[in-house]
């Protein structure tokens, strides 16, 4: 069992910056890939991005390449996504996922454990 606390979340202007953090709890984080998705007003939960159980391997959606960046210290047993360049459009709750894989999937029935979210809005 892994248990996953999101933090970091508030309001942020278009074009600024901010880094949610994800803290597991239970066992071996470094075993698990962890994945990044959000659910914004009306919409389906979708990808982000994901992390390696090494943190060697980072893939993102299309949507957000080039301005998140997923890292993780293990030491810590704790996953981050940076999220800069924001756009209204990312305002969404902000959930991560863990997996007992080698790498991320961006299929949501894959992980079966999740945070509670951490809701990011555009303050604009």
């Known amino acids: 069992q892994v248990q996953l606390v999101e933090s970091g979340g508030g309001l942020v202007q278009a074009g600024g910056s901010l880094r949610l953090s994800c803290a597991a709890s239970?066992?071996?984080?470094?075993?698990?890939?962890v994945g990044w998705f959000r659910q914004a007003p009306g919409k389906e939960r979708e990808f982000v991005g994901g992390?390696?159980?090494?943190?060697?391997?980072?893939v993102y959606a299309d949507s957000v390449k080039g301005r998140f960046t997923i890292s993780r210290d293990n030491a810590k047993n704790t996953v981050y996504l940076q999220m800069n360049s924001l756009k209204p459009e990312d305002t969404a709750v902000y959930y991560c996922?863990?997996?007992?894989?080698?790498?991320?999937?961006?299929?949501?029935?894959?992980?079966?454990?999740w945070g509670q979210g951490t809701q990011v809005t555009d303050s604009s």
């Open positions: 996922a863990a997996v007992l894989k080698l790498l991320p999937s961006s299929a949501e029935r894959e992980y079966p454990y």
């Open positions: 239970g066992r071996t984080f470094s075993n698990y890939a």
């Open positions: 992390i390696s159980r090494s943190g060697g391997s980072t």
